[in-house]
């Protein structure tokens, strides 16, 4: 099946957020915020914004009825800041008006003093000051401490990876509408409606079932949305409930670069041993999250970070801390792959250095390593179905790593100017929420007594096809045309207590969950057409838009079916409620099963290098990934695509870029570079390794959302091989990403020195 929004959004028919039709009155509401990273507020005023022709109201803190606190995991961050900003872009208040541009108008117009305090944006200078969102974690495995004098080869460094700007192509933003009896309905460009609802409902002090939140679908998210579409929803809602007309809250695109929270930069130091015949020994690493200035979801991404710290490899003593750095930042949050990337460069980056010193290739050390099945993860689950050797000789029968590094051999041999180079980057990467609560779901379900059907789920649709995973499950399990089912919108009315849409998670959960929702619905048709027709329910089966009894078709239809259950009032709405079994995690002994599944997978990457001007083309990536059995290869196709290139542009372009003031310098898209046609790889190609799948993945096909951006990350080890065969005196620094500058400097750095 294709995927369903794909024409939609082609021919400008898909609903977002601005084609949502404005109720008359509308107002909007255009955020003021703080033009300094760290001081305290002296002195405000609005009188000037006041009196502009136009403007409604300003809200500020002194006007939130329920409590002036939007923070999640740690209740640490305020809707507006009262008597302290903490980083640049921190709200202030909410100019509404009759229009944006006079919102615009306003803001220009209030004058702010503030009293400035000393500013951090370096993790490791707020690690040393104690500066820390919660306390250190350390995953440990066997004894690393007494390990290091049986190593015949220790290698230690540093690994330093940069943010990444979230760039989803809808800003964040909301519309809320006043409804009857003081209830408020919200659209929000959301990753978590619940969230939204929670936070909005204590901001204003009422119960939940006051605030209703409903997602057609998102413009891309990405993690942004997760948490931090938030404030932007809870402000919209504020200024419902003090001035009873609707109110849309959207970012503009530089505001919501300069406000909202990244991907989190990460400064590493790691130390590896090896024994004689290369096996890893002893990992050592510490990790300096930068969190930014309140804990937003540091906290889970600080541990999802140790989850992934050792990659695709078994190492028997292990010993990773982890400290979530508080810094004068906007608060960093989700980002597709959660931490998890950030700790495979630091152990890629440990491999690299480690083969270069050893004069060998790096593939060889990944090989000689590669997790099995029985192998122990620092975080005591054991690896089970473990395809990583399945999926290395696949990649060597199909594309012959052997012949390509000889090909490049030979072409550096003979050119002076231009350097080819290539990596492989393994990939192994746990599926579930790591907090164990967070792993259910719910949907609803009804059948029409025309045989059509009605579904609502908790998956919010933000590009990555789970609209059309959940009207092929609705098909598999009726066996009706998919054109009579009809996907709701997600809300919170329909489905109450989600879980975010993030972690890889949202098919598995509410996939699983709508399931059993049909299952139920279809074992109750089966029992009445039995009874009907005289035979036991077990030898009912519905197909086609029929019914057989033992696979004879017989002549009563899906409609008929329907129309009989509701004659003799058989219920034919259900609710599905779904928890994955068997995870669990002990934090104070930091071990447990929090994991449903791993996914596999190994990309090659093959670039080649302008030794003159610094530049770099990406002559191929070749992926071999376990899909499990895939329920849908062209929605799944395009999330490894999709993938492979944001982690690219994370390794090599994006270049995040804060001044010591905390002021975002690469704050536009003129600034800020993302990959565009003339830099993704010439071709990408994707071989689906032939497994038997997973029973806790939906239909067996294994979540697909982030582990393929951790292919990216072979982007950057390409470049480095590369660098070296013109430069072998070059030292790798491992600092991401390897900008076009970097690369220049590394070619050119020591020969200069010299």
Known sequence: MKNIDSKGHVTGKSIYLDDIPLIQGTRFGVVFDSPIAHGTITSIDYSKALVLPGVIKIITHEDIPGENQIGGIIPDEQLFASTEVHFVGQPIALIIAESDQIAFEARKLIEIDISKKDIIVDPREAQQKDLLIIPPRTFELGDTENSWENCAHIFEGQADSNGQEHLYIETQGAYAIPMENGHIRISSSTQGPTAVQRITARVLGVGMHKIEVDVVRIGGGFGGKEDQATPWAVMAALGVSILNLPVKVVLSRLDDMRMTGKRHPYSSDYKIGFSKDLKVMAYETTFYQNAGAAADLSPAVMARTLFHGTNSYFIPNVKMTAYSCKTNLPPNTA???????????????????????????????????????????????????????????????????????????????????????????????????????????????????????????????????????????????????????????????RVANTSPSAASSTADLNGKALQKACNTLLERLKTCAADHLGVSSKDITLKNGMVYTNENPTDLTWEQLVMMAFLKRICLTENGHYATPKINFDMKKEKGHPFAYHVYGLALTQVTLDCIRGTYDFDAVKIVHDFGKTMNPSVDFGQVEGGLIQGMGWMTMEDLCYNDRGQLLSNTLSTYKIPDIYSVPKTVTIEPLETNGNDMAILKSKAVGEPPLMYGIGAYFAIDQAIKSFNPNFNSTFDAPFTHEKVLMALYGSLVSE
């Open 335 to 493: 980002f597709r792959g959660f931490g998890g990337p950030q700790g495979m460069f630091v152990i890629e980056s440990a491999l690299s250095h480690a083969a270069k010193e050893l004069g060998i290739s790096k593939h060889k050390l990944q090989k000689n390593n590669l997790l099995i099945n029985g192998d122990e993860f620092p975080y005591g689950q054991i690896a089970d179905g473990v395809e990583l050797n399945s999926i290395w000789q696949e990649m060597e029968s199909k594309f012959d790593i052997g012949s390509i590094e000889k090909e490049m051999d030979e072409f550096n041999s003979s050119h002076t100017d231009v350097k080819k180079g290539f990596s492989l980057m393994p990939v192994t990467f746990g599926i579930s929420f790591t907090k164990t609560p967070m792993n259910q779901a719910r949907a609803l379900v009804h059948i029409y007594t025309d045989g059509s059907v009605g579904v609502s789920t908790g998956a919010v649709e933000m590009g990555q096809g789970v609209n059309t995973k959940m009207l092929q499950i609705v098909a598999h399990v009726f066996l009706i045309d998919p054109k009579r089912v009809k996907l709701e919108s997600t809300n919170t009315t």
